[in-house]
Each structure stands twice: as structure tokens, then as C-alpha cells.
T-cell receptor, first 115, second 117 residues
């Protein structure tokens, strides 16, 4: 069985300070992991993905995430928050394989950035 | 490519009316997904297709909901009759599948915001 837990429903940071959005997953097999971002009244957009290569994955807008199998985590980080980063972030897991199966979405983390 | 195109962007209807949401996936994408997003339940997968064939419709709430994909470039999600609890944002997404640089990546449309009065 697969599932995703986003540990914080809301995170607030000041502009210029680091961002940490936490995600833990449960997967019986080798997972593919993703982070998506959703700005208000928009669809979801891919930030980054992990498949099977480097465990530290770099994405758009300065975000990165590290796959830690021993901790079953895939936390999203950014060294310095910008006002435009305020959005909702979703961690996603799917089973890596020959066919695309069901994707499991976390409940989302709302990021607020204070000036 | 214009991305995933959804219509209408906004729909307001009265309880009991039929609602049809439409989606045009990215050309060449073999997978199409329908999701529903609400504050209470978050993002829920309703159904997904592979090569126009429904693969998993276990998320479809009840018989009032139906989805079709008559060809590779068009899908519909229909609610008949609609109820106030169906009010949500409905997203369509497509994916090229498991191969290439876009493997397993979903591209989402902008969504259709449905309000049932």
C-alpha cells in the first residue's frame, strides 16, 4: 500500500528565511516522489520529482528535496523564501513501474510568507 | 502546446441540473485523470484513463457521476443530477506515462469551479 503524510497543514516564514515542508511516505515498492505547487485559483504545477537517480533533487524556483529511504521522507526545502512562494504544496507518491498507476496526494501544506 | 484545456472555468447551476465538464489533454499523453478538490476532502482522484480506456473509477462518488473519453483528445465528466455537495473545483490532468523525461509527471489544467445552488 502507498500513502503520503504531509506533517504540517500550515507553515509560516518570513521573507528571506529558509523553508522546510515535510513529507513522509509509505510504499511497499520503489516509489517515485513529486512535489507540486498550487497558487491561488490555479492548477497544480510540478516543482520537482525523484525517480531513481540522485537522492537530492533540484527543482524550479530554487526548491530542492532529498529522498531519504531510511527515514521514508522527501522533505522540500528552499534556502530563502520569497513572497511569490506563498502557495499550497503537495507531496505525491506513485509506484515506479512499467505502467503509470494511481498517484497518492498528500493533504497539502499551505505556505505563508511574511514580508 | 497550450497545455491541458478545461471548460468551463466557472459553472453555477441549480440542484438537479446536469453538468458537463470538458477536458482536452496534451497531445501525445496517454493518461488522463479527473480530480476533485474541496476544502474538506482535499484533492481526490475520481477516475483515470489510459489510451481512452477507464482504468480506475473507484473514486467516482456515485452513479450520478460518469466520465467518458471518446478519443485521445477529449474527455467529459458529467454529473446528473447535480447536488450542492458536488460544489468543488474539478481538475483534469494528463501524463505521457512512464517513459521519457516526463515519466509519471502530471500536467494539470486550470480547473473548473462548480457551484451547485
Amino acid at each position: 500500500a502507498q500513502s503520503v503524510t504531509q506533517l504540517d497543514s500550515h507553515v509560516s516564514v518570513s521573507e528571506g528565511t529558509p523553508v522546510l515542508l515535510r513529507c513522509n511516505y509509505s510504499s511497499s515498492y520503489s516509489p517515485s516522489l513529486f512535489w507540486y505547487v498550487q497558487h491561488p485559483n490555479k492548477g497544480l504545477q510540478l516543482l520537482l520529482k525523484y525517480t531513481s537517480a540522485a537522492t537530492l533533487v533540484k527543482g524550479i524556483n530554487g526548491f530542492e528535496a532529498e529522498f531519504k529511504k531510511s527515514e521514508t521522507s522527501f522533505h522540500l526545502t528552499k534556502p530563502s523564501a520569497h513572497m511569490s512562494d506563498a502557495a499550497e504544496y503537495f507531496c505525491v507518491v506513485t509506484l515506479r513501474g512499467s505502467t503509470l498507476g494511481r498517484l497518492y496526494f498528500g493533504r497539502g501544506t499551505q505556505l505563508t510568507v511574511w514580508p | 502546446d497550450a497545455g491541458v484545456i478545461q471548460s468551463p472555468r466557472h459553472e453555477v447551476t441549480e440542484m438537479g441540473q446536469e453538468v458537463t465538464l470538458r477536458c482536452k489533454p496534451i497531445s501525445g499523453h496517454d493518461y488522463l485523470f479527473w480530480y476533485r478538490q474541496t476544502m474538506m476532502r482535499g484533492l481526490e482522484l475520481l477516475i483515470y484513463f489510459n489510451n481512452n480506456v477507464p482504468i480506475d473509477d473507484s473514486g467516482m462518488p456515485e452513479d450520478r457521476f460518469s466520465a467518458k473519453m471518446p478519443n485521445a483528445s477529449f474527455s467529459t465528466l458529467k454529473i446528473q443530477p447535480s447536488e450542492p455537495r458536488d460544489s468543488a473545483v474539478y481538475f483534469c490532468a494528463s501524463s505521457p506515462g512512464t517513459g521519457g523525461s516526463g515519466a509519471n509527471v502530471l500536467t494539470f489544467g486550470a480547473g473548473s469551479r462548480l457551484t451547485v445552488l
